[in-house]
Nanobody
Framework: QVRLVESGGGLVQAGGSLRLGCAAS????????LGWFRQAPGKEREFVAA????????YYEDSVKGRFTISRDNTKSTVYLQMNNLKPEDTAVYYC??????????????????WGQGTQVTVSS
């Protein structure tokens, strides 16, 4: 059974930092891109960041560029999202996702195969 399990969410003041982690299990993800999405109350889920299977290519939504960093450790089948200088508008449930690198990155098809259950991030002003 494939599972993606997020961790590291919580409550932080504006300007603070959090590090999210997502552990994948149940299959090999070495050819899969890994990504982070978020959904705020009353809003649609949006892309935050993604990283290619080999960790070389990274992609970010404009509002998080320079503040968030995505990384992965294929030996641990884990993807991380380091979030610095957090803002109240970053408040959301954050989800990790996995999809074939060829599809979601090379072909640009926003269709991810596996999703985590989400972790809440709340940034107070």
């Amino acid at each position: 059974q494939v599972r993606l399990v997020e961790s590291g969410g919580g409550l932080v003041q504006a300007g603070g930092s959090l590090r999210l982690g997502c552990a994948a299990s149940g299959r090999s993800f070495t050819t899969y891109a890994l990504g982070w999405f978020r959904q705020a109350p009353g809003k649609e889920r949006e892309f935050v960041a993604a990283i290619r299977w080999n960790g070389v290519g990274t992609y970010y939504e404009d509002s998080v560029k320079g503040r968030f960093t995505i990384s992965r450790d294929n030996t641990k089948s884990t993807v991380y999202l380091q979030m610095n200088n957090l803002k109240p508008e970053d408040t959301a449930v954050y989800y990790c996702a996995a999809g074939p690198d060829e599809r979601v990155i090379v072909s640009g098809v926003n269709l991810w195969d596996y999703w985590g259950q989400g972790t809440q991030v709340t940034v107070s002003s």
